[in-house]
């Protein structure tokens, strides 16, 4: 069952892990800065590639992200 978080309760939850999420709530409507998401995959669910694979094929309507740190994800690239 998904769980609902803000942005700052996955970083504390899932720290420097990418998880996939979804149903996200941007401030202001912005697009960008997330404020709130649905976590339904974590770490022991699926691997980083296999969340990416999901976000980029659409199936699930996922979106990979990485919670804390310095990485930055750019298509299907991680940048250090």
Do not use: F, H
């Not at 899932?14 to 149903?23: C, F, K, V």
């Not at 980083?48 to 094929?57: D, F, G, I, K, R």
């Amino acid at each position: 069952m998904a769980e609902r978080l803000t942005r700052e309760q996955m970083a504390e939850k899932y720290p420097n892990q990418s998880i996939g999420i979804t149903n996200i709530k941007y401030e202001n409507n912005d697009g960008v800065t997330i404020e709130s998401a649905e976590v339904v995959y974590t770490p022991e669910d699926k691997t980083p590639e296999e969340l990416l694979a999901l976000q980029v094929s659409g199936s699930e309507d996922i979106m990979c992200w990485y919670t804390t740190g310095s990485k930055v994800n750019v298509g299907v690239l991680t940048l250090c």
